[in-house]
């Protein structure tokens, strides 16, 4: 496996990042005015900063965005373990995880709200030498890599879901994200929902305490460990996975099948779910057999923002942007559509935006 393009965004150090949330006063500073089609946002500064899935989206909407409004969009992928972090501490404008806060962490960040503001997947890539591209692997068998129970690419599970291919005996070695990251949670809760053992031992998180295997910071990191190590594999961004050429397996979902990751079976996970909770937490993973051709660990990414801000103008018009006119950027970068019943329910969380 070889990394052929750069990363898809360039990261703001988190320092940079926190120095110029400062001077900009943060989500308490008074220069929160409008960025709507006035051009009242000449002088507004949104600074935010999580989700590395997300990030070439966000790319994308900043550079769109300030030749819209003149608004600045600054925004740092540093994980969604630090997004979630970073706006409970409220030193950004908004956080962007691809988890949905826990009952704790939305009770430390004091009223902050949640819009899904993109739909994505984490795929699965591997480096291994002799073995076949597109890989079928299940549920379980993944948590047993990962618990550390299946260890070499021949096992007789792996040779069960790929019939007639020439598998090697390499070692396999596990690849996770050492920061806390919204696709580890999206995978810990696909491996959950399918693996009693794994929902037991390790269960949910954007930091899982793996039992086995070698940590990467960041997609960046894990691609990286894998694209190294003959046996390696690891779970990505679609966008990276996709905008890297780099090899994945195809999953086994509910209804038995292989669906090729992309916008069409992420969009169909996303019709599975028929339930919105009020605070718009959704899991897409592993969705019911009647879902067919559905993607099974595909994900909502959410934006996370404080419902009193200084900035409340400028938050509302960014995020009616970004779930409206910014979505065309989305399928270029293997984004799917959000679904009509989550922008109704993101217009509505975005109303309740207000001043501090």
């Known amino acids: 496996m070889t990394i052929t393009r750069k990363p898809l965004i360039s990261l703001l150090p988190l320092a940079g990042l926190l120095a110029l949330a400062a001077g900009c006063g943060g989500s308490g500073s008074s220069s929160g005015s409008s960025t709507g089609g006035s051009g009242s946002g000449q002088n507004t500064v949104l600074v935010g900063a999580g989700s590395t899935l997300v990030a070439p989206l966000v790319a994308q909407w900043s550079g769109d965005y300030a030749k819209k409004t003149g608004a600045t969009i600054t925004y740092g992928a540093i994980g969604s373990g630090g997004g979630i972090a970073q706006i409970t501490a409220r030193t950004v404008d908004f956080g962007a995880s691809d988890a949905p806060l826990s009952p704790d962490q939305a009770q430390a960040c004091k009223s902050c709200l949640q819009v899904p503001w993109?739909?994505?997947?984490?795929?699965?890539s591997y480096n291994v030498k002799g073995a076949p591209a597109k890989l079928r692997l299940d549920g379980p068998t993944l948590a047993s890599i990962y618990l550390g129970k299946i260890t070499t690419w021949n096992d007789p599970a792996i040779a069960k879901l790929n019939p007639g291919a020439t598998l090697p005996a390499t070692k396999i070695t596990p690849v996770f994200r050492s920061d806390g990251s919204g696709d580890t949670y999206a995978f810990s809760d696909f491996l959950s929902k399918v693996s009693p053992e794994w929902k037991s031992k390790e269960g949910v998180s954007t930091q899982v305490s793996f039992p086995t295997g070698v940590g990467g910071k960041g997609n960046d990191g894990v691609a990286a460990v894998v694209g190294r190590t003959d046996g390696a594999l690891g779970y990505l961004a679609i966008s990276y996975v996709?905008?890297?050429?780099?090899?994945?397996?195809?999953?086994?979902?509910?209804?038995?099948?292989?669906?090729?990751?992309?916008?069409?079976?992420?969009?169909?996970?996303?019709?599975?779910?028929?339930?919105?909770?009020?605070?718009?937490?959704?899991?897409?993973?592993?969705?019911?057999?009647?879902?067919?051709?559905?993607?099974?660990?595909?994900t909502f990414t959410y934006a996370l923002v404080p419902q009193r801000s200084s900035k409340a103008n400028a938050l509302r018009d960014f995020l009616t942007y970004a779930i409206g006119p910014g979505q065309k950027f989305g399928p270029t970068l293997h984004f799917a559509t959000l679904p009509p019943r989550v922008l109704a329910a993101d217009r509505r969380t975005i109303a309740k935006i207000g001043s501090s």
Do not use: K, W
Request: no cysteine.
């Open 118 to 124: 993109a739909l994505a997947a984490t795929l699965v």
């Open 242 to 298: 996709f905008g890297n050429d780099l090899d994945y397996a195809l999953i086994e979902n509910a209804a038995g099948q292989f669906p090729a990751p992309g916008s069409a079976s992420i969009s169909a996970a996303a019709a599975a779910a028929t339930r919105i909770p009020a605070d718009n937490a959704i899991s897409l993973t592993n969705p019911p057999a009647s879902a067919p051709s559905a993607y099974p660990v595909s």
